[in-house]
């Protein structure tokens, strides 16, 4: 037979580990978060081409608040690209007036995955004025 106090060490065990994970567990990040941190990489590893602006639009994220899009073009090793990125968080940035259909742009973009891409971050500024 087992003892009682087996269990009991057993089960206060179980218990303090159930406990630990549930706060030592990293929190999900929101999704301002990601694109943070997919700017802060795209800065550190990325590579600059040539591209094109396309398009600003403005999407009603929510009832209240308004997404701006930066919609631009560019090649890679002969592959032709389009993409967006939400400017919603970096408008003081950039002057979204000056930005319409033909604006020169450099833009950053992943070597490993080149849909990866940035206009604007933080720290880096592609659009030309």
Same mark, same amino acid.
């Given at each position: 037979m087992?003892?009682?106090?087996?269990?009991?060490? #057993?089960?206060g065990?179980?218990?303090?580990?159930? #406990?630990?994970?549930?706060i030592?567990?990293?929190?999900?990040?929101?999704?301002?978060e990601?694109?943070t941190?997919r700017?802060?990489?795209?800065?550190? +590893?990325?590579?600059?081409?040539?591209g094109t602006?396309?398009?600003?639009q403005?999407?009603?994220?929510?009832?209240?608040?308004?997404?701006?899009?930066?919609?631009?073009?560019y090649?890679? #090793?002969?592959?032709?690209?389009?993409?967006s990125?939400?400017?919603?968080?970096?408008?003081?940035?950039?002057n979204?007036?000056?930005?319409?259909?033909? +604006?020169?742009?450099?833009?950053?973009?992943?070597p490993?995955n080149p849909?990866?891409?940035i206009v604007?971050?933080?720290?880096?500024m592609?659009?030309?004025q």
């Amino acid at each position: 037979m087992i003892p009682f106090r087996l269990y009991a060490f #057993a089960a206060g065990s179980l218990a303090a580990v159930f #406990a630990g994970y549930f706060i030592f567990r990293q929190k999900p990040k929101t999704a301002k978060e990601l694109e943070t941190m997919r700017r802060e990489r795209l800065d550190q +590893v990325g590579r600059i081409t040539d591209g094109t602006v396309i398009d600003v639009q403005e999407q009603k994220a929510t009832e209240e608040n308004f997404a701006t899009f930066l919609i631009f073009q560019y090649d890679v #090793a002969g592959v032709s690209y389009e993409a967006s990125q939400d400017v919603t968080y970096l408008r003081q940035r950039i002057n979204l007036h000056s930005c319409r259909l033909g +604006v020169p742009t450099s833009v950053r973009y992943d070597p490993h995955n080149p849909g990866n891409s940035i206009v604007v971050s933080e720290r880096w500024m592609g659009l030309r004025q």
